[in-house]
């Protein structure tokens, strides 16, 4: 493993919090209201209107889209929660090609089209976690993974499906700069059990709010797996290989003793650096206006994963 350096895993609330405080005094919280902590004054680029069919009605309070594409994590594009929406703006996420590969009978590739009309759009409404105890609710639009799978036709030899982001320092600040892209080994990579990937949760997203992905999202195409911590859910895929054998993923390479394979969301196991017990909501208002609520075990998909883990220790298989 190699050596960190105190920055790689600097916890992302307390590089917020020290931001948050540093931009407080600069404003002056009595007079000049509520500082925007962190979030990306939104650009007004118009994007593409999808074609899906609607979520069933849900009684999860959104949050907002301005927050949803102001407010993210995506390192290639630096490690502030501001810094995609600003320097992803001319990311060419068109052409694109995904690639599947390895373990499969029928390796295939998809071109820009072809990732909107291959398999058919549905929108879902899912609750959606980042690492640091964040949550949100994003109307996604996308497919099932289980569809992309099948079409694979993976061989018996498959056992884990393996997600590749885009290496393209040119167009990536991140991979070219290794302190402004968190001190990562790029590109990112994250995987799944095969028997994750076909769990009718698995979506491939290309869009939320009814239009295609921003790119600080992770365009054109990026994985949401809505019961575990958001770094599974890896953006602007390139690549999807099936293996035999588990792959070395970006956060559990870069700290293994915080982020763990399975990254489930647990309220019984916490990160060494903070409770999981509670999560604070990124709903309506100021960041400062934040609402804590408990964590559900699986993110409240308990019903839809638990079976998954049957028997699995989850205090060691966190
Ligand atoms: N390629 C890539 N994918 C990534 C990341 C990243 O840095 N690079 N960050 C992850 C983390 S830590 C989170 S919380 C989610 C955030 O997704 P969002 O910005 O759409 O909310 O993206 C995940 N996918
Ligand atoms: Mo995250």
Known sequence: MKNLTPYDVTPET????????????????????????GFAAQETKTLAALDFKAAPASDLALTP????????????????????AKFAQ??????????????????FVLNHTQLFNTFPLEERIYRFRCVEAWSMVVPWVGFELARLVEMAKPTSKAKFVVFHTLHDPEQMPGQKNKFFGGGIDYPYVEALTLEEALNPLSLLSVGLYGKILPPQNGAPIRLVVPWKYGFKSIKSIVKITFSETRPQTTWESLAPDEYGFYANVNPNVDHPRWSQ?????????????????????????????????????????F
């Open 277 to 317: 017990a509670s999560e604070r909501v990124i709903g309506g208002g100021g960041l400062l206006a934040v609402k804590r609520q408990p964590t559900l075990m699986f993110n409240g998909y308990e019903k839809e994963v638990g079976h998954l883990y049957k028997g699995l220790d989850l205090k060691v298989n």
């Open 65 to 84: 889209e301005s927050k949803i594409i102001g407010y993210n994590n995506f390192y290639e594009f630096g490690t502030d929660k501001a810094s995609p």
């Open 90 to 107: 001319d990311f060419k996420t068109d052409p694109w090609q995904l690639e599947i590969a390895g373990e499969v009978e029928n390796p």
């Open 14 to 37: 307390i590089f917020n919090q020290r931001r948050q405080i540093i931009k407080a005094m600069g404003l002056g919280l009595a007079t000049a209201g509520l500082p925007k902590m």
